[in-house]
């Protein structure tokens, strides 16, 4: 499941890296593991996207890319609710 940044402070980011150019951030809880996201690095940069496919940002190191969830978590406002009605 997508956890959005604004309810990303509560728990630690755990990052994996599937690949040698890519590393995905997520959280784990009591009930499931969340996916925040992810960095690939592309040309040179390390481009930070989050789990809804936005840009965070582009950076010149991982850990600058990295670091940028958490300032995102710590200023992102909650997702508004969507009501979906039957069709």
């Given at each position: 499941m997508v956890r959005p940044l604004?309810?990303?402070l509560a728990l630690p980011i755990e990052w994996a890296r599937p690949s040698?150019?890519?590393w995905v951030a997520t959280q784990v809880?009591?009930?499931r593991t969340w996916f925040l996201g992810f960095v690939e690095l592309v040309n040179g940069e390390h481009l930070a996207v989050d789990g809804y496919g936005d840009l965070v940002g582009r950076f010149?190191?991982?850990e600058a890319a990295?670091?940028?969830f958490?300032?995102?978590a710590?200023?992102?406002e909650a997702e508004p609710e969507v009501a979906l009605e039957a069709a």
């Open positions: 604004s309810e990303a040698d150019d890519l809880d009591a009930d010149s190191s991982l990295q670091r940028a958490a300032d995102a710590a200023t992102a």
